[in-house]
């Protein structure tokens, strides 16, 4: 059981380039997040899924977007990289509506825009 | 409007020593309290819960954590730190059906 798998692990990005950060889940849980880190600001929800087709933003969507064709897999999409996206990005799923028994997360994508 | 604040960005404690790393919260309803471990370069991990029930709660790796309701805080404890409890700790609290507020994190050292 892998349970949340995130790829890449590592990435450098030009300004103005574009990327998409892979999330899968083995659990057929129903709710995904994407979240930030960023040193001395704890994590930041970007966006979330409750379920296959129905996405929703979360603190700081701008400059990303996701997609939830299927149960599994919930892509976050940097279309135009700037240096403010540089973090730590964390993908966590859970079974129940906000994770009554907590999350599960990937080991995280730490990206870097120069 | 949910928050949870983490006072202290980084906590010392001497290995075999207990250890306290504090959390309060603020909701407007019966919140819903977690602690998360961090180790370096890993995504979190579940340490505990309180959903409702006893207010003194195990979790994982000897760890607990103590609701106290007057106080709005759920600090973590355990009796006697080791070495390899040296990581990020979150503290994260949210309202039934909302989503998950996390604290700015505490760095817990244990020295040797």
């Known amino acids: 059981n892998a349970g949340v798998t995130q790829t890449p692990k590592f990435r450098i990005l030009k300004i103005g380039q574009s990327m998409t950060l892979q999330c899968t889940q083995d659990?057929?849980?129903?709710?995904m997040y994407w979240y930030r880190q960023d040193p001395g600001m704890g994590l930041k929800l970007i966006y979330y899924?409750?379920?296959?087709?129905?996405?929703d933003k979360g603190e700081v969507p701008n400059g990303y977007n996701v997609s939830r064709s299927t149960t599994e897999d919930f892509p976050l999409r940097l279309e135009l990289a700037a240096p403010s996206q540089t973090s730590v990005y964390f993908c966590a799923s859970s079974g129940l509506r906000g994770g009554d028994y907590g999350y599960t997360f990937g080991s995280g994508t730490r990206l870097t825009v120069v | 409007a949910q928050s949870v604040a983490q006072p202290e960005d980084q906590v010392n404690v001497a290995e075999g020593n207990p250890l306290t790393v504090k959390c309060t919260y603020s909701v407007s309803g019966n919140p819903y309290l977690f602690w998360y471990v961090q180790y370096p370069n890993r995504g979190l991990q579940f340490l505990l819960k309180y959903i409702t029930g006893d207010n003194l709660v195990k979790g994982s790796y000897g760890f607990e954590a103590e609701f106290n309701k007057s106080q709005t805080s759920f600090h973590l404890k355990k009796p006697s730190a080791l070495v390899s409890d040296s990581a990020l700790y979150f503290c994260?609290?949210?309202?039934?059906?909302?989503?998950?507020?996390f604290g700015t994190g505490t760095s817990l050292t244990v020295i040797p």
């Open positions: 994260a609290v949210r309202e039934p059906g909302n989503q998950f507020y």
């Open positions: 659990m057929n849980h129903n709710y």
């Open positions: 899924s409750v379920g296959a087709g129905i996405t």
